[in-house]
């Protein structure tokens, strides 16, 4: 089944302590991208990869880190989190240009205390 | 950062009549993408349009690419409890592989 996953899908954590949110996906995408959802504010892109180790900044990049080793990983690396880094994450993959329906995965809720 | 303004933000209507929202930016876009997301789900895609003017279906559901190529809505024709979510329309910016999302419409169908 064509599917984008995300792990884990619910994480509760404590200021300063280092995480990584991991997503994969199986349809060969060479486009990948992370978002986080807020009441009011819709989805806001975090980071994007255009391929194997081309990523760049969307609109929200501060505070995370992002890395595209292989082309079905797109690990989300919170070096520090803070709680204003409470949220829905999801990710998103997509067979890049001319071809932009992206698919999402199922979300990371994430708590930051 | 750039917004895409899309309204109405809720609907509340009956089950067999239409509904329309819209997407509105001061931005130019190279594909506009409408998302429907149910309470504990991702986004799934509904449409995805690629060329200014284009108006493309999916069962009940149209979506246009505006003119101007800022602008886009969608339209669901006699809607049905099940439509009931959250719609979000989505736009690639154009000349980057940056996308930008609206804030949503929340649908509630009364039957």
């Known amino acids: 089944e064509a599917q984008v996953t995300q792990n884990p899908r619910y994480l509760i954590t404590v200021t300063g302590k280092k995480l990584t949110v991991t997503c994969s996906q199986n349809m060969n995408h060479e486009y990948m991208s992370w978002y986080r959802q807020d009441p009011g504010l819709g989805l806001r892109q975090i980071y994007y990869s255009m391929n194997v180790e081309v990523t760049d900044k969307g609109d929200v990049p501060e505070g995370y880190k992002v890395s595209r080793k292989e082309k079905r990983n797109f690990p989300l690396i919170l070096e520090s989190p803070s709680p204003n880094q409470t949220s829905l994450y999801f990710c998103a993959s997509s067979f890049g240009t001319g071809l932009n329906e992206q698919y999402f995965g199922p979300g990371t809720r994430l708590t930051v205390t | 950062g750039q917004q895409l303004n899309q309204s109405p933000q809720s609907m509340f209507i009956q089950e067999g009549e239409d509904v329309s929202m819209n997407c509105t930016s001061s931005?130019?876009?190279?594909?506009w993408l409408w998302y429907k997301q149910e309470p504990g789900e991702g986004p799934v895609l509904l449409i995805a349009l690629y060329k200014a003017g284009e108006l493309t279906s999916n069962g009940r559901l149209t979506a246009q690419f505006g003119i101007t190529r800022k602008d886009s809505f969608l339209n669901i024709s006699a809607s049905i409890p099940s439509d009931v979510g959250i719609y979000f329309c989505?736009?690639?910016?154009?000349?980057?592989?940056?996308?930008?999302f609206g804030t949503g419409t929340r649908l509630k169908v009364l039957a």
């Open positions: 989505a736009g690639q910016l154009r000349g980057t592989y940056k996308y930008i």
């Open positions: 931005s130019i876009f190279n594909t």
